[in-house]
């Protein structure tokens, strides 16, 4: 299984990171994609992609930490993007919930991060919560055929799921898949093609049933792929095969 997208970094893993992370390999966990959250974490997600071969990680300003961003900033996060195993920016995105930055700076870094994914031809990490026209808004005004990423967390319609996947975006489904009021997601997954889908647990949140409210790990992902698998009338295996060849494909890395 390919995690897509995980914060290893956190500090619910400080007591066990090291025990812990070697051991998923052992657990059927074949890559990993650390997201970075702001520059602290990024740095962090560099670090553990460079201490383990089957983690991945994204250099990005979360729409709640953008407001500490200062002019020099978006350097610092293209010094870091090109570092080697650095596949991707992200998250980024707009977060209309709970308003941590201002809506017209969340705007503003949404934008300039972008812009730096394209400039760098790596895919984005979408994080949008309760913001969904404007992000889409703002996707569609840089659109062009490079452009690829991956809608984290999907919460939105089918609809909406639609004009992603039209653009080439994969849609990252996660815990929240298994929740009894997903019916809205349960119908987006019933109707995109897995070749548009993408796994991942939101470490340490997000935790599936019937793990909900514990700290969450990618051993989670068998509940994920258990609820898809039964959503769409394929095997697990199947889904397993698929969603990883697709994070391979989005992030442009090769199997270990
Ligand atoms: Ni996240």
Redesign the pocket.
């Known amino acids: 299984m390919f995690d897509t ?1 995980a ?1 290893y970094n956190d500090g619910r893993f400080n007591n066990d990171r090291d025990e812990f992370l070697p051991d998923l390999k052992n657990k059927g966990i074949s890559l990993v994609l650390n ?1 970075g ?1 702001d520059l602290k974490s990024s740095i962090a997600s560099i670090e553990l992609a460079k201490k383990y071969d089957f983690i991945y990680a994204s250099v990005g300003v979360h729409p709640h930490d953008v407001k500490d961003l200062k002019d020099g900033d978006i350097e610092k996060l293209r010094v870091m993007a090109k570092e080697s195993k650095v596949v991707a920016i992200g ?1 980024i995105g707009l977060d209309y919930h709970y308003d941590y930055s201002p809506r017209d700076l969340q705007k503003f870094w949404f934008e300039k991060q972008i812009a730096l994914a394209d400039e760098l031809k790596l895919p984005i990490i979408i994080h949008s919560r309760e913001a969904c026209m404007d992000t889409l808004n703002i996707v569609k005004k840089h659109y062009n055929t490079n452009m690829r990423g991956i809608i ?1 967390a999907f919460s939105e319609s089918l609809d909406i799921a639609k004009e992603y996947v039209n653009m080439g975006f994969y849609l990252g489904i996660g815990g929240v898949i298994t929740f009894k009021n997903a019916k809205k997601l349960v119908e987006v997954v019933e109707n995109i093609d897995i070749e548009h889908l993408v796994i991942e647990t ?1 470490a340490p949140y997000l935790s599936p049933e019937p793990n909900r409210g514990k700290r969450n790990d990618s051993t989670n992902l068998v509940y994920v792929v258990k609820k898809i698998a039964e959503i769409k009338g394929m095997g697990e295996d199947e889904v397993v095969k698929v969603t990883t060849k697709n994070g391979m494909r989005v992030f442009g890395v090769d199997g270990m």
């Open positions: 997208h914060h997201c959250a998250e984290h939101d």
